[in-house]
């Protein structure tokens, strides 16, 4: 007979902590019993489990992409955020919605590639979430077969949306009561937290299931990388510009950026650093969008022990005038989001002397 605690049993527990025990284990844990969350803890673990199957069909769909027809390349349609529609992100949207149809669970999802939320009304009686995600993250990635990501996040529904304009999403990120992503690299890997503390599972092909990989995940408060579009320096404000001439100028900086937000947050969140896609002079609101993806990372990275702020407040604070609202990020170890945010103090410093003198 094997000796308790060997070898065997430790890996033995790891496969057998899925994502949906783990996340039950959480709610479980660490809201009491007379908490209004306790009874949905049943809800989230359900939740995520669906989220979970559809990072296994679109991972599985990413996989074969190439010997598919009709998987890659665009649609020749233009979506509501005035970009070109890819195939995967058709795909990757309708997986979503197909995952949640008859759970229960969900009412709306909104997303990047919709105009409107997608109601499902014959989950609205009882599903009082909805489910808000960026289906392919780093569209661009897709066809030259780099890594992609989803990203995802939950709120509860505010009142009875009559209208049916979703108002009540217009609300801060503290509303968010789990937030993630999933990583289509060489393994697939979903991150997760539902305010407490970030987890990450790692699919296992042979199981079918997310596994643990790593629990309480902390950022470190600094890092090496940092990870922006260069190519949009002479764009950028000053004070953008100040930071990077900063980190060209000094030792222990390295640049990474590979047009997958997914992948660069997920570098970070384990060895350090900060990502930014600030606004431009023609678009001070950036590119990334609040509700689908800068948001839910923010929670992410603040529950790592890091840092999310547009350069001027904190993205957890922004209150969205509208679903699709973009705005400018800056996330990751606290120390350089802090850093990035000296610059940009500064040159509004100056800015307010000059302007009084
Ligand atoms: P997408 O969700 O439409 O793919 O857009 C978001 C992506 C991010 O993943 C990435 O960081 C950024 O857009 C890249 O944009 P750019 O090519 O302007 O650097
Ligand atoms: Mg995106």
Same mark, same amino acid.
């Not at 992409?65 to 233009?78: H, I, K, Q, R, S």
């Not at 000094?250 to 047009?259: F, K, L, M, Q, V």
């Given at each position: 007979? #094997?000796?308790?605690?060997? @070898?065997?049993?430790?890996?033995?527990?790891?496969?057998? #902590?899925?994502?949906?025990?783990?996340?039950?284990?959480?709610?479980?844990?660490?809201?009491?019993?007379?908490?209004?969350?306790?009874?949905?803890?049943?809800?989230?673990?359900?939740?995520?489990?669906?989220?979970?199957?559809?990072? &296994?069909?679109?991972?599985?769909?990413?996989?074969?992409?190439?010997?598919?027809?009709?998987?890659?390349?665009?649609?020749?349609?233009?979506?509501?955020?005035?970009?070109?529609?890819?195939?995967?992100?058709?795909?990757?949207?309708?997986?979503?919605?197909?995952?949640?149809?008859?759970?229960?669970?969900?009412?709306?999802?909104?997303?990047?590639?919709?105009?409107?939320?997608?109601? *499902?009304?014959?989950?609205?009686?009882?599903?009082?979430?909805?489910?808000?995600?960026?289906?392919?993250?780093?569209?661009?990635?897709?066809?030259?077969?780099?890594?992609?990501?989803?990203?995802?996040?939950?709120?509860?529904?505010?009142?009875?949306?009559?209208?049916?304009?979703?108002?009540?999403?217009?609300?801060?990120?503290? &509303?968010?009561?789990?937030?993630?992503?999933?990583?289509?690299?060489?393994?697939?890997?979903?991150?997760?937290?539902?305010?407490?503390?970030?987890?990450?599972?790692?699919?296992?092909?042979?199981?079918?299931?997310?596994?643990?990989?790593?629990?309480?995940?902390?950022?470190?408060?600094?890092?090496?990388?940092?990870?922006?579009?260069?190519?949009?320096?002479?764009?950028?404000?000053?004070?953008?510009?100040?930071?990077?001439?900063?980190?060209?100028?000094?030792?222990?900086?390295?640049?990474?950026?590979?047009?997958?937000?997914?992948?660069?947050?997920?570098?970070?969140?384990?060895?350090?650093?900060?990502?930014?896609?600030?606004?431009?002079?023609?678009?001070?609101?950036?590119?990334?969008?609040?509700?689908?993806?800068?948001?839910?990372?923010?929670? @992410?990275?603040?529950?790592?022990?890091?840092?999310?702020?547009?350069?001027?407040?904190?993205?957890?604070?922004?209150?969205?005038?509208?679903?699709?609202?973009?705005?400018?990020? *800056?996330?990751?170890?606290?120390?350089?989001?802090?850093?990035?945010?000296?610059?940009?103090?500064?040159?509004?410093?100056?800015?307010?002397?000059?302007?009084?003198?």
């Amino acid at each position: 007979m #094997t000796a308790p605690n060997s @070898l065997s049993d430790h890996s033995l527990d790891r496969d057998c #902590t899925t994502l949906s025990r783990h996340v039950l284990q959480q709610l479980v844990s660490t809201h009491k019993a007379d908490s209004p969350l306790a009874p949905a803890a049943q809800d989230i673990s359900a939740i995520m489990n669906r989220i979970a199957l559809a990072g &296994k069909l679109i991972a599985r769909r990413l996989s074969r992409a190439g010997l598919v027809d009709n998987a890659l390349g665009f649609t020749g349609e233009v979506n509501v955020q005035g970009e070109s529609v890819k195939r995967m992100d058709v795909y990757a949207n309708d997986v979503f919605i197909s995952v949640f149809k008859q759970s229960g669970l969900v009412c709306r999802l909104a997303s990047e590639e919709m105009e409107h939320p997608y109601y *499902i009304p014959e989950n609205c009686p009882i599903g009082r979430y909805t489910l808000l995600y960026d289906p392919i993250d780093g569209s661009s990635n897709v066809d030259i077969n780099l890594n992609v990501g989803s990203i995802f996040s939950i709120r509860q529904q505010e009142g009875e949306d009559l209208d049916g304009k979703a108002t009540d999403l217009l609300q801060d990120g503290h &509303k968010q009561i789990a937030a993630g992503y999933i990583l289509y690299g060489p393994s697939t890997i979903l991150v997760y937290s539902v305010g407490a503390g970030v987890h990450s599972f790692i699919l296992d092909p042979s199981l079918g299931e997310f596994i643990l990989a790593q629990e309480n995940m902390q950022v470190p408060q600094h890092g090496p990388v940092y990870s922006v579009n260069e190519g949009n320096f002479w764009q950028w404000e000053e004070s953008i510009r100040d930071y990077i001439r900063y980190v060209h100028r000094h030792e222990g900086y390295t640049a990474r950026y590979s047009g997958a937000l997914v992948g660069d947050i997920h570098r970070i969140l384990m060895q350090g650093g900060v990502f930014l896609y600030p606004g431009t002079r023609h678009k001070p609101e950036g590119k990334l969008r609040l509700l689908y993806e800068t948001a839910p990372l923010a929670f @992410l990275m603040e529950q790592a022990g890091g840092k999310g702020s547009t350069g001027s407040e904190a993205l957890m604070d922004v209150i969205p005038g509208e679903l699709h609202q973009r705005t400018p990020a *800056i996330l990751g170890s606290a120390e350089d989001v802090e850093l990035v945010q000296s610059f940009i103090q500064e040159r509004l410093r100056e800015a307010e002397f000059a302007n009084v003198h």
